[in-house]
């Protein structure tokens, strides 16, 4: 119990404290004017509040993956606790924070735009692509989830639902922000705090204790916590899939100073919603042993629709799980919506055509929810890996962006770099081990993983040396002038 309540805490300090430092570093100036105001188009561009910008961007994050990606954590015990704090403040609220504002500093350009202004061309193409497959797939995921957990306590079908969720997803993505996002996000935002409130007040009613911290690993499959852990629990902690989304937002900021409420702190909201989780999937079922054999039974959604319906009543249960029927379908619709505005971008730069008009974006999302709904009827677990995987290869791009963003700038990029260098090291590992990518020995994934991680790190030094060199050079140019 100290544990939890010490995590939730230090996510709340973090805020605080880490979240202004990392303002400080970006440098903020509500002088500049954003592109709201700049680019206001009625459909994308627009003036938003703060407080609805910044419940719009933690319902868009805050998918199923902090309550299914931290009950599936959970397994490995206490030390998720660790990750979600750790990875939230340092990493994920960092992530979120420089996806958002980089964004907003280049009118509201999204995400592979970004990696392509600071990362090079070749690497923005490879990264539309990835970041598009991702959207399908999270797109196809969120629509699944809610349909799933929506056919256990209703007389509908799962096909029907998934149809309905899918009409919604589709109208939201196409018409303007203020239309329906902006109107029923609020409602949503609602139903999510009383869900959040009600399970977090409900553990300390369990009949098993909070579990305090320990370094063990729990996991009754005897999974090893690096890296499987960091890519089990990611949106709780970091999701790169945040990158595609903080930019819907960075075209309705009013000033830049709102940047750390809204991206900064949703994550923060996000690490949180995956505390609770994490912690009541330890807590309820008394052992991580016994959670397995409910995860098996029933799948994460059987998990939360048991401990939602348990602690709360059948009415406050059913609150509770429509909170976490929002969530996913929160996402999913603005996965649509940005990856629209992506492909967007992509066609204008490869044709040179305009792809600004609305009934030509509108035509954008038929190539991208055909292949999401299509995905929705294959196996929710194997979707779900490769959203994983995919997710935290796009979070250590985005990092590497936001470094070499802030060694561009002469600015301290180490609260980058090194939350990027840690990432690296993650998914390196995580892309040779894993069932879903080359399925190798754990210790010969340790070892490929941490040659690709050097051959990266070489790869910054060298563009430091170079940028340094550049700026000297610049300097003695400016004293002989």
């Known amino acids: 119990m100290v544990t939890f309540i010490a995590s939730i805490l230090l996510l709340i300090v973090g805020y605080i404290v880490y979240g202004k430092v990392v303002e400080r570093i970006f440098g903020i100036n509500d002088k500049n004017p954003t592109p709201a105001y700049t680019s206001n188009d009625g459909l994308d561009y627009m003036p938003m509040s703060w407080w609805k910008a910044s419940l719009i961007q933690l319902l868009n994050i805050a998918g199923t993956g902090p309550i299914f990606g931290a009950i599936m954590g959970a397994l490995y015990g ?3 606790f660790i990750w979600i704090v750790i990875g939230c403040i340092f990493a994920g609220a960092v992530h979120d924070y420089f996806s958002g504002m980089v964004s907003l500093r280049h ?3 999204q995400f592979p735009t970004i990696v392509g202004k600071y990362l090079g061309e070749k690497l923005k193409i ?3 692509i990835v970041s598009i497959f991702l959207m399908i797939l999270v797109a196809a995921a969120f629509t699944a989830a809610p349909a799933q ?3 256990q306590i209703t007389p509908f079908n799962f096909t029907t639902w998934l149809i309905i969720i899918f009409v919604y997803l589709i109208l939201a993505a196409v018409l303007p922000i203020n239309k329906i996002i902006g109107r029923v996000y609020p409602v949503f935002g609602a139903i999510l705090i009383f869900m959040v ?3 977090g007040i409900g553990m300390f009613f369990f009949d098993h204790p909070i579990p305090n911290l320990t370094l063990s690993n729990l996991h009754p499959g005897e999974l090893p916590i690096w890296p499987l852990l960091m890519v089990t629990i990611s949106c709780g902690a970091i999701s790169g899939f945040h990158s ?3 930019p819907i937002l960075s075209r309705t900021l009013k000033k830049e100073s709102e940047g750390r409420k809204v991206f900064f ?8 919603i995956a505390l609770i989780w994490a912690a009541a999937g330890m807590t309820f079922f008394g052992s991580t042993g016994a959670l397995q054999t409910a995860l098996d039974a029933g799948g994460p959604a059987g998990v939360v629709n048991e401990i939602s319906l348990t602690t709360l009543g059948t009415f406050g249960g059913i609150l509770a799980i429509l909170g976490i029927v929002v969530l996913p379908i929160t996402t999913g619709d603005t996965a649509l919506r940005s990856s629209r505005m992506m492909l967007a971008e992509l066609l204008t730069q490869l044709t040179k055509k305009d792809f600004k008009g609305k009934g030509k974006l509108a035509l954008l999302i038929i190539p991208i929810a055909g292949p999401a709904l299509y995905l929705t009827t294959i196996d929710y677990s194997f979707l779900w890996r490769y959203v994983g995987g995919s997710n935290q290869i796009v979070a250590a791009v985005m990092l590497w962006t936001a470094a070499m963003y802030l060694v561009k700038n002469n600015k301290f990029h180490w609260i980058c770099s090194i939350p990027a260098l840690f990432m690296t090291a993650v998914v390196s590992t995580y892309v040779f081990y894993a069932p879903e990518g080359f399925n190798l020995d754990y210790g010969i994934s340790m070892i490929l993983g941490m040659v690709i991680w050097l051959a990266v790190l070489v790869w910054f030094v060298r563009q430091l040396i170079k940028h340094k060199t550049a700026s000297n050079y610049e300097d003695s140019d400016v004293k002989l002038g």
């Open 78 to 80: 206490p030390v998720a």
């Open 107 to 109: 009118n509201g350009a």
């Open 126 to 128: 490879i990264t539309t």
């Open 149 to 151: 957990l929506l056919t």
């Open 197 to 199: 409130v009600s399970i």
């Open 244 to 246: 595609t989304q903080s």
């Open 265 to 272: 702190g949703a994550m923060i909201g996000e690490g949180i």
